[in-house]
């Protein structure tokens, strides 16, 4: 009978998740966390920096975060004034968040020290190489995306 084996060392999800948690628990203790900041919540800011104000819903789309807990996580940024909340001028049913003053000035803090880590991530790769990186996880998210079974 043949045993089924798993080599973590060479198992993709394993290595892709031990970076991101390895960078993950770097940045928040380093510097996000003396913000009162998490991984998630930073994700949230970072999106709100480049793409503006944003429904919650959409918001949730690009930060990949559930719709109850990016809820919770936006209550929280609000709190700390770093986000604003307000009815969407389309439909009062709908939330737009957006950076406020606060939160535009301590994301323009950390997005050098954001960008330091994907240099250190990317050391001794040639350009083109992390350009194929970057491209084969995007791929890689899609698929999953438009995959029920993740098969």
Known sequence: MRRSVLDLNDYLPYLI???GSAV???FTQERLAAHGLSIVMWRVL?????NGAQRQIDLAGLTSID?????????RLVHTGLVT????????????VALSAKG????DRLIPVALGYEDVLSRRLAKKDLALVKQTLRQMYANLRGSRDGK
């Open 24 to 26: 993950a628990v770097r």
């Open 67 to 75: 719709v109850s807990t990016l809820s919770r996580l936006v209550t």
């Open 85 to 96: 909340r307000s009815r969407s001028r389309a439909s009062s049913r709908e939330v737009v």
């Open 46 to 50: 970072a999106v709100l920096s480049t």
């Open 104 to 107: 535009r000035a301590l994301v």
């Open 17 to 19: 998740n031990r970076v």
